[in-house]
């Protein structure tokens, strides 16, 4: 690896030459970070090669022939893949463990005794056909953070604990079973594997019979940060390298039924149908109308659709369909539900067909980070001379159940092409390097103020 040498600058800043693919670093001595007055912590650096090769190996496991990975929960690539990740982590000097939930836990001491831990990590399984950054990047981060502290001799006031959640693609459940109570409904959930939850969980070494001995609670950590990929456009649109988060959107799922009624496509005149697809497709225009006629940042998508009886010749008699709506305000997202019934309604009074609308899923709550963890990951950024900008995300993780029991932070580093989900899902070295550094100076910084 190039490594950073650092040279007197002018009025009191250190620049630091860039390398590694890396942007150029400059702190202000005026305004240090934190905990910078640790002796050396200023010029502390991840070793950026390191991070990046190890990303490599990890991609081999699940590696499909798209150049992604298909590394689905309780998968055996996924087993696999844990296990490469323990070993890491035991080459950090971090004492490694999992939970009855399956979750992956490596732990290192503090200097100060009492000290509530401060958690960071993220997650390796992936989607079906998925990439080779998407919570990977988090999780072998954590761990490079870690290993450059035993490298360079630092010590910090707090335990530190990196975690590796299981299961996050699949609904979160890794970090649900740390956070909350997973019901027997949840249990018997089927995963992409085809194992259940219950059966996934047993498969990875976890007891799915002692769970609440896995639950933290309240005020039983510090802090969490987690260090993902944007996995939208913004941050790379706009040449921005660390994003940081303002919260977790909430989701909202609807299961849509219309009912029209089926006959024949070429005996029943135009006047005479009740065509649910044509309802339908009058209910996806109204969907993308209403979310966009409003101010704020709500999305909406009819992402699923499917036709009943389904044949060339027979007009549509029912449709089954899918509505979601996103955004960090519950009540905006309750209002932009209501109004997508509202128009629903008025398209089956003028088209004879009915809607009928099934919530699909418990809506999460909107998870807002903690202002003093925004603060730690901004000085961080300050530090080493990026540029930082504040978004929130439109994707769930796992810092979403964390923020039930302590300050959550999490900082996005840019997706090229706000792509994810696929094989063709990429950051680059130097953007992974740039996030890891903030991630690794906004633990140091959170160390010193929490």
């Known amino acids: 690896m190039k490594r950073r040498t650092f040279v007197a600058g002018t009025a009191g800043a250190l620049t630091a030459a860039t390398g590694a693919g890396g942007l150029i670093a400059r702190a202000d001595a005026?305004?240090?970070?934190?905990?910078?007055?640790?002796?050396?912590?200023?010029?502390?650096?991840?070793?950026?090669?390191r991070i990046n090769g190890h990303l490599t190996e990890l991609a081999k496991f699940g590696a499909n022939p798209q150049g992604g990975v298909s590394r689905v929960a309780y998968s055996d690539a996924d087993r696999d893949g844990r296990a490469y990740v323990m070993q890491l982590m035991r080459s950090a000097k971090l004492d490694v463990s999992m939970d009855t939930a399956g979750n992956i836990w490596g732990r290192r001491s503090g200097s100060v005794p009492g000290l509530k831990p401060i958690i960071f990590g993220s997650h390796i399984d992936s989607v079906p056909e998925g990439g080779n950054y998407d919570g990977d990047v988090g999780s072998l981060g954590a761990i490079e953070v870690v290993q450059t502290f035993a490298e360079q001799g630092v010590t910090t006031r707090h335990p530190l604990e990196v975690v590796v959640w299981q299961n996050e693609e699949g609904g979160l459940y890794g970090s649900h079973a740390a956070t909350g109570v997973m019901t027997a409904q949840e249990l018997a959930a089927r995963s992409v594997s085809g194992k259940t939850i219950r059966e996934g969980i047993t498969?990875?070494?976890?007891?799915?019979?002692?769970?609440e001995s896995s639950r933290r609670a309240k005020g039983d950590a510090a802090c969490y940060f987690e260090l993902h990929i944007e996995q939208g456009g913004t941050l790379d649109l706009e040449k921005i390298p660390i994003g940081i988060v303002e919260g977790i959107v909430s989701i909202a799922r609807w299961d849509v039924t219309v009912e029209g009624f089926a006959n024949h496509a070429g005996t029943t005149a135009m006047t005479g149908r009740r065509d649910a697809l044509l309802s339908a497709s009058r209910l996806v225009e109204a969907v993308n109308r209403i979310v966009t006629s409003m101010p704020g940042r709500q999305v909406a998508t009819v992402g699923k659709i499917q036709a009943f009886p389904g044949a060339t010749n027979v007009i549509p008699?029912?449709?089954?369909?899918?509505?979601?709506?996103?955004?960090?305000?519950?009540?905006?997202?309750?209002?932009?539900?209501?109004?997508?019934?509202?128009?629903?309604?008025?398209?089956?009074?003028?088209?004879?067909?009915?809607?009928?609308?099934?919530?699909?899923s418990t809506p999460h709550a909107p998870a807002l980070s903690d202002p003093a963890m925004r603060g730690y990951i901004s000085a961080a950024a300050r530090q080493l001379g990026l540029a930082t900008k504040l978004l929130p995300s439109g994707a769930g993780h796992d810092a979403q159940n964390?923020?039930?029991?302590?300050?959550?932070?999490?900082?996005?580093?840019?997706?090229?092409?706000?792509?994810?989900?696929?094989?063709?899902?990429?950051?680059t070295p130097g953007d992974i390097e740039n996030g890891v550094n903030v991630l690794m100076h906004a633990v140091l910084a959170a160390d010193a103020g929490a």
């Not at 005026?30 to 090669?49: C, E, K, T, W």
């Not at 996005?412 to 792509?419: E, H, K, Q, T, V």
């Open 30 to 49: 005026a305004d240090p970070m934190p905990g910078a007055s640790v002796q050396g912590r200023g010029a502390l650096r991840i070793n950026a090669a």
């Open 317 to 360: 008699g029912r449709v089954e369909m899918t509505v979601e709506v996103r955004d960090l305000s519950s009540d905006v997202i309750q209002r932009v539900g209501q109004m997508i019934q509202d128009e629903a309604k008025k398209i089956g009074e003028r088209s004879g067909t009915t809607f009928s609308f099934r919530t699909s």
């Open 203 to 211: 498969f990875l070494g976890g007891d799915p019979t002692r769970l």
């Open 402 to 427: 964390l923020a039930l029991i302590c300050p959550m932070g999490m900082i996005f580093i840019p997706s090229i092409g706000g792509i994810s989900h696929s094989p063709k899902e990429y950051s």
